[in-house]
């Protein structure tokens, strides 16, 4: 018996089955192919994570991409993977130990990096699992992890090499803390935002007694305690008589210089700027340039810090009521002891930029450590010239801007963290030699001085170089977690080794990316691409933008505008979901993204599975067991509607391939839903079921081979955006007539996306037939319009009058069962040009005019009546709505999207009244041309 669809569309009963099926017929693995090779890397999501609506948007373009490809005979792979995440992994395991009450530095380093290895076992690879769901055709035999062996063989290997090189180097430096994560933080890991604070004046009093010192304004009075000098600026003429002089530090009595920089702004607070090398990054340059001393009054965890202010092992009296206070309870200690000495001369409301860690939101510090950085001019060279030069193509190319200004100012690039969780540091310190370095950090670990001497290598020396010693400690750091990211397009592909994938698939064809990570993790695989393969890692970067919701505002818990990809995809289907995320992306634009969407789209999928149901339901036996429905007919042999469809569908792959290989993903979407919904769905069908019943010439046998190639053809042009129900439909299309199609290499099984994409056939092109339909379209749409206006009943069927030249009218007759069947006419009539009947709605398509005489067909003063009364209930409603939005209060209080919709609602009133107007005075024409005949 044929197979059938069953009468609904279960996406439920369909999804798991055919992605179970594709992976294991091996489809997702690269075969042999003459046309050529198409390779991504996916963007490693953290283990920690669980699939929003980022990853699923970054992911289906990415799967579009892919299955476009693999259908137009690409070899194609994607590898997938995760990244290890370190501090957001550490942080995860951390809480669970601190559940257990327990903390890492109880359960000590090993024992902790196993926990995390367990949690990574059982936990970390949940969002593969959710990508899957998706329908990513990742070739999963190929799964990569950041810190599986071979990543960690490459990661080791690309340190060594970067400080064989030169491009490598240890030094004490001002760094951004997180205190909570207890690690240096590279400048684009920290996230600022604005907030409110307070500009505190600080008396510093003369020493000398000559003066009475300064007034200096500061947004961290809590530092002062590591002040060690005032900056004024030299042009300044308020402070000339104190440049030179020296002043006391409150509280600490310490003296301390006034000197004289034209940095300073003087016009900011008092225009005397209290100078703390080891708490501030511009501070920090002052004081090399004057060789002031930097004293770091924080410990790891921002406490106050007793040894920074111990002398001769004593410390001084002063320190007793701030010895070891969180920075934040000092300041407020500080400024109480300041009002009490009378040194708080003022305190002023101030905005200011504060810096949070991007994963904890911890306010991070500014602290003074010794910590592992990249030479990064020498690498950032380079990759501005594979952009310039079009190497590697940034789209959209305002991105470009971007990528230039921040890698022409680039800095060097702090490559330590002080946690646990990622590679450690391949570089070893002599005990023997080397002892006198060790600091302990607190964390059962420790750290090492600015003079360490570090021995880098691939694994443990067995002997220093230096004294013989055998006896050595690792570096306690790991590295950054976008180091090994930065090397993930090549290490996937086995790197450090020759392997045949690194020469099949290296560089890699595109990389599909948000722009939030253009610095963090693009422009550093571009700089270590060249460096270690000497080519760039692809060559082409796609840059979507952000989904947030249909307002535009960024998604959040908190504001209740999360859209759960997971949840929408249970609930309407991931087809719909994934065809809705293409078709509203737009090159540059961020995407507004609201469920209703996602449901409208839903009803496309069942439009396409409904209009598939028909179509078998239509063919003969001998119809269905056509192997190439649409290679045996003859364009000669066709009627008008079927060269038409067979042009538009020509017409639609064009498109569909063009804005495909421009990644205009939402144009790609667009072309292929306006053919399928509006042209095949919603008139060929019609038309067809004329051919099919002998009411229009033509052999209704060309109809159904048509209709059969055409659906099989939107199958293939479907699948990249729509997988599972094209797989589903192509599947039982595909049996009906006992199998077909190509095998994939390897495999006896088959499948929609291994069959060839479909490509415009010139032969097939027929503009003429486009045109007349096109013509036979709006003549009918223009009936129907007229039929609305007037609430005709859809029931009843009406005369039709057309009045034009005779050439038109000679096609419209030749057509005329189309336009009775699909415009609902008893009969139609033809009048010379120039001809009017009175009392008859009147529509002009081209040259063309349409009449309907209505009046045995409707009781005008009836209708007329019911318009009237319909027209005083929306004014009504109108005005309600007027009348709340000129109310101030309603506009002060509501909140914005209340206010949105009230103003959308007044606006479809207004429409509606429009409409109704014109079907009234349309009504009044009639009655006006009817009495005058």
Same mark, same amino acid.
């Given at each position: 018996?044929?197979?059938?669809?069953?009468?609904?569309?279960?996406?439920?009963?369909?999804?798991?089955?055919?992605?179970?099926?594709?992976?294991?017929?091996?489809?997702?693995?690269?075969?042999?192919?003459?046309?050529?090779?198409?390779?991504?890397?996916?963007?490693?999501?953290?283990?920690?994570g669980?699939?929003?609506?980022?990853?699923?948007? &970054?992911?289906?373009?990415?799967?579009?991409l892919?299955?476009?490809?693999?259908?137009?005979?690409?070899?194609?792979?994607?590898?997938p993977?995760?990244?290890?995440?370190?501090?957001?992994?550490?942080?995860?395991v951390?809480?669970?130990?601190?559940?257990?009450?327990?903390?890492?530095?109880?359960?000590?380093?090993?024992?902790?990096?196993?926990?995390?290895?367990?949690?990574?076992?059982?936990?970390g690879?949940?969002?593969?699992?959710?990508?899957?769901?998706?329908?990513?055709?990742?070739?999963?035999?190929?799964?990569?992890?950041t810190?599986?062996?071979?990543?960690?063989?490459?990661?080791?290997?690309?340190?060594?090499k970067?400080?064989?090189?030169?491009?490598?180097?240890?030094?004490?430096?001002?760094?951004?803390?997180?205190?909570?994560?207890?690690?240096?933080?590279?400048?684009?890991?920290?996230?600022?935002?604005?907030?409110?604070?307070?500009?505190?004046?600080?008396?510093?009093p003369?020493? $000398?007694?000559?003066?009475?010192?300064?007034?200096?304004?500061?947004?961290?009075?809590?530092?002062?305690?590591?002040?060690?000098?005032?900056?004024?600026?030299?042009?300044?003429?308020? #402070?000339?008589?104190?440049?030179?002089?020296?002043?006391?530090?409150?509280?600490?009595?310490?003296?301390?210089?006034?000197?004289?920089d %034209?940095?300073?702004?003087?016009?900011?607070?008092?225009?005397a700027?209290?100078?703390?090398?080891?708490?501030?990054?511009?501070?920090?340059?002052?004081?090399?340039?004057?060789?002031?001393?930097?004293?770091?009054?924080?410990?790891e965890?921002?406490?106050?810090?007793?040894?920074?202010?111990?002398?001769?092992?004593?410390?001084?009296?002063?320190?007793?009521?701030?010895?070891?206070?969180?920075?934040?309870?000092?300041?407020?200690?500080?400024?109480?002891?300041?009002?009490?000495?009378?040194?708080?001369?003022?305190?002023?409301?101030?905005?200011?930029?504060?810096?949070?860690c991007?994963?904890?939101?911890?306010?991070?510090?500014?602290?003074?450590?010794?910590?592992?950085?990249?030479?990064?001019?020498?690498?950032?060279?380079?990759?501005?010239?594979?952009?310039?030069?079009?190497?590697?193509?940034?789209?959209?190319?305002?991105?470009?801007?971007?990528?230039?200004?921040?890698?022409e100012?680039?800095?060097?690039?702090?490559?330590?963290?002080?946690?646990?969780?990622?590679?450690?540091?391949?570089?070893?310190?002599?005990?023997?030699?080397?002892?006198?370095?060790?600091?302990?950090?607190?964390?059962?670990?420790?750290?090492?001085?600015?003079?360490?001497?570090?021995?880098?290598?691939?694994q443990?020396?067995?002997?220093?170089?230096?004294?013989?010693?055998?006896?050595?400690?690792?570096?306690?750091?790991?590295?950054?977690?976008?180091?090994?990211?930065?090397?993930? !397009?090549?290490?996937?592909?086995?790197?450090?080794?020759?392997?045949?994938?690194?020469?099949?698939?290296?560089?890699?064809?595109?990389?599909?990316? %948000?722009?939030?990570?253009?610095?963090?993790?693009v422009?550093?695989?571009?700089?270590?691409?060249?460096?270690?393969?000497?080519?760039?890692?692809?060559?082409?970067v #796609?840059?979507?933008?952000?989904?947030?919701?249909?307002?535009?505002?960024?998604?959040?818990?908190?504001?209740?505008?999360?859209?759960?990809?997971?949840?929408?995809?249970?609930?309407?289907?991931?087809?719909?979901?994934?065809?809705?995320?293409?078709?509203?992306?737009?090159?540059?634009?961020?995407?507004?993204?609201?469920?209703?969407?996602?449901?409208?789209?839903?009803?496309?999928?069942?439009?396409?599975? &409904?209009?598939?149901?028909?179509?078998?339901?239509?063919?003969?036996?001998?119809?269905?067991?056509?192997?190439?429905?649409?290679?045996?007919?003859?364009?000669?042999?066709?009627?008008?509607?079927?060269?038409?469809?067979?042009?538009r569908?020509?017409?639609?792959?064009?498109?569909?391939?063009?804005a495909?290989?421009?990644?205009?993903?939402?144009?790609?979407?667009?072309h292929?839903?306006?053919?399928?919904?509006?042209?095949f769905?919603?008139?060929?069908?019609?038309?067809?079921?004329?051919?099919?019943?002998?009411?229009?010439?033509? $052999?209704?046998?060309?109809?159904?081979?048509?209709?059969?190639?055409?659906?099989?053809?939107?199958?293939?042009?479907?699948?990249?955006?729509?997988?599972?129900?094209?797989?589903?439909?192509?599947?039982?299309? %595909?049996?009906?007539?006992?199998?077909?199609?190509?095998?994939?290499?390897?495999?006896?099984?088959?499948?929609?996306?291994?069959?060839?994409?479909?490509?415009?056939?010139?032969?097939?092109?027929?503009?003429?037939?486009?045109?007349?339909?096109?013509?036979?379209?709006?003549?009918?749409?223009?009936?129907? &319009?007229?039929?609305?206006?007037? &609430?005709?009943?859809?029931?009843?069927?009406?005369k039709v009058i057309? %009045?034009?030249?005779?050439?038109?009218?000679?096609?419209?007759?030749?057509?005329?069962?189309?336009?009775?069947?699909?415009?609902?006419?008893?009969?139609?009539?033809?009048?010379?040009?120039?001809?009017?009947?009175?009392?008859?709605?009147?529509?002009?398509?081209?040259?063309?005019?349409?009449?309907? !005489?209505?009046?045995?067909?409707?009781?005008?003063?009836?209708?007329?009546?019911?318009?009237?009364?319909?027209?005083?209930?929306?004014?009504?409603?109108?005005?309600?709505?007027?009348?709340?939005?000129?109310?101030?209060?309603?506009?002060?209080?509501a909140?914005?999207?209340?206010?949105?919709?009230?103003?959308?609602?007044?606006e479809?009133?207004?429409?509606?009244?429009?409409?109704?107007?014109?079907?009234?005075?349309?009504?009044?024409?009639?009655?006006?041309?009817?009495?005058?005949?």
């Amino acid at each position: 018996m044929a197979k059938e669809l069953e009468k609904a569309y279960s996406h439920r009963d369909i999804e798991g089955k055919w992605y179970a099926s594709w992976v294991e017929s091996g489809f997702f693995q690269p075969f042999p192919s003459a046309k050529g090779r198409f390779s991504m890397v996916i963007p490693p999501p953290n283990v920690t994570g669980s699939l929003h609506i980022g990853h699923a948007l &970054n992911n289906t373009l990415q799967d579009i991409l892919c299955r476009y490809k693999r259908m137009d005979g690409c070899s194609v792979l994607w590898v997938p993977g995760t990244d290890h995440a370190g501090i957001a992994t550490q942080n995860v395991v951390e809480r669970q130990l601190a559940e257990e009450g327990l903390s890492r530095t109880q359960l000590g380093r090993a024992k902790f990096v196993e926990r995390v290895w367990a949690w990574r076992e059982q936990s970390g690879r949940t969002i593969l699992r959710q990508l899957r769901a998706l329908g990513a055709s990742c070739d999963w035999s190929r799964e990569r992890f950041t810190m599986d062996e071979g990543l960690s063989l490459a990661v080791r290997e690309a340190f060594v090499k970067l400080w064989e090189d030169g491009l490598l180097y240890r030094a004490e430096r001002l760094i951004n803390w997180c205190p909570r994560c207890k690690t240096a933080l590279a400048d684009i890991e920290v996230v600022h935002e604005e907030v409110a604070g307070h500009l505190w004046h600080i008396r510093y009093p003369s020493v $000398d007694a000559a003066s009475d010192g300064v007034i200096v304004a500061t947004t961290r009075p809590e530092t002062m305690l590591g002040d060690t000098a005032v900056a004024v600026h030299p042009e300044d003429q308020r #402070y000339h008589g104190i440049i030179g002089k020296r002043v006391r530090l409150p509280i600490v009595g310490r003296e301390i210089p006034v000197i004289a920089d %034209s940095f300073v702004d003087p016009t900011f607070g008092t225009g005397a700027l209290k100078i703390t090398p080891g708490h501030d990054f511009n501070d920090f340059e002052i004081g090399e340039k004057y060789g002031l001393q930097k004293i770091s009054i924080f410990d790891e965890g921002a406490r106050i810090r007793p040894s920074a202010f111990t002398e001769n092992g004593q410390e001084p009296a002063w320190l007793s009521g701030y010895r070891l206070k969180d920075r934040f309870e000092a300041r407020s200690l500080i400024i109480e002891e300041l009002k009490e000495k009378g040194l708080l001369e003022k305190v002023e409301a101030y905005r200011l930029s504060l810096g949070r860690c991007y994963r904890c939101q911890t306010v991070v510090e500014p602290y003074l450590t010794p910590q592992w950085y990249v030479r990064i001019k020498p690498l950032a060279g380079p990759a501005i010239d594979a952009v310039r030069e079009g190497r590697v193509r940034i789209i959209p190319e305002g991105w470009a801007n971007s990528y230039f200004a921040w890698m022409e100012n680039i800095k060097d690039w702090c490559i330590s963290r002080q946690i646990w969780w990622g590679h450690q540091i391949p570089a070893w310190y002599c005990v023997d030699c080397d002892s006198g370095h060790l600091i302990e950090s607190g964390q059962g670990d420790f750290m090492l001085s600015k003079e360490a001497r570090p021995i880098v290598a691939r694994q443990q020396p067995e002997k220093c170089a230096r004294c013989g010693g055998n006896r050595f400690i690792r570096d306690p750091d790991v590295l950054d977690t976008w180091f090994s990211s930065a090397l993930w !397009p090549f290490s996937t592909l086995g790197w450090p080794s020759a392997t045949e994938d690194l020469k099949a698939f290296y560089p890699t064809s595109v990389l599909v990316t %948000s722009f939030d990570i253009l610095f963090f993790w693009v422009a550093r695989m571009i700089m270590m691409g060249l460096k270690f393969m000497g080519e760039v890692p692809f060559r082409d970067v #796609y840059i979507h933008a952000l989904v947030r919701d249909q307002e535009g505002q960024k998604m959040s818990k908190s504001k209740g505008n999360v859209i759960d990809p997971l949840e929408v995809m249970e609930r309407y289907g991931t087809d719909a979901f994934r065809f809705t995320l293409a078709a509203l992306t737009a090159v540059g634009r961020d995407v507004k993204l609201a469920e209703e969407r996602i449901s409208g789209y839903q009803n496309f999928v069942n439009k396409l599975w &409904n209009a598939t149901r028909f179509v078998l339901l239509n063919l003969s036996e001998e119809a269905r067991s056509e192997p190439e429905p649409l290679g045996s007919l003859q364009q000669e042999s066709l009627n008008l509607a079927d060269r038409w469809i067979l042009s538009r569908l020509v017409a639609a792959a064009g498109e569909a391939r063009e804005a495909i290989e421009a990644y205009r993903f939402n144009e790609f979407a667009h072309h292929l839903y306006q053919f399928v919904w509006h042209e095949f769905c919603d008139w060929y069908i019609e038309m067809s079921k004329l051919s099919l019943n002998g009411m229009v010439p033509g $052999d209704p046998k060309n109809t159904q081979k048509l209709l059969k190639g055409i659906v099989e053809k939107i199958a293939l042009l479907l699948h990249p955006l729509m997988p599972f129900v094209t797989e589903e439909i192509w599947q039982t299309l %595909s049996g009906i007539q006992g199998g077909r199609g190509e095998a994939a290499p390897g495999s006896d099984k088959r499948s929609v996306m291994v069959q060839p994409y479909p490509r415009p056939e010139p032969g097939w092109r027929n503009p003429e037939a486009e045109r007349n339909v096109g013509f036979l379209i709006e003549i009918i749409r223009a009936i129907r &319009n007229l039929r609305s206006e007037m &609430n005709c009943p859809p029931s009843k069927q009406v005369k039709v009058i057309l %009045s034009g030249p005779e050439t038109t009218l000679a096609f419209v007759r030749a057509q005329e069962p189309y336009v009775k069947v699909l415009a609902r006419a008893a009969s139609v009539e033809y009048l010379s040009d120039g001809e009017r009947p009175k009392g008859a709605a009147t529509a002009v398509v081209q040259n063309t005019e349409i009449y309907l !005489p209505f009046g045995d067909m409707i009781d005008l003063d009836e209708e007329k009546a019911r318009l009237s009364k319909e027209v005083r209930k929306v004014e009504e409603k109108l005005s309600r709505v007027q009348t709340k939005l000129a109310n101030r209060q309603f506009l002060d209080k509501a909140r914005e999207e209340v206010i949105r919709k009230e103003r959308e609602k007044a606006e479809q009133f207004r429409e509606k009244i429009t409409t109704l107007t014109r079907s009234l005075e349309r009504i009044r024409e009639i009655q006006r041309t009817g009495d005058d005949s």
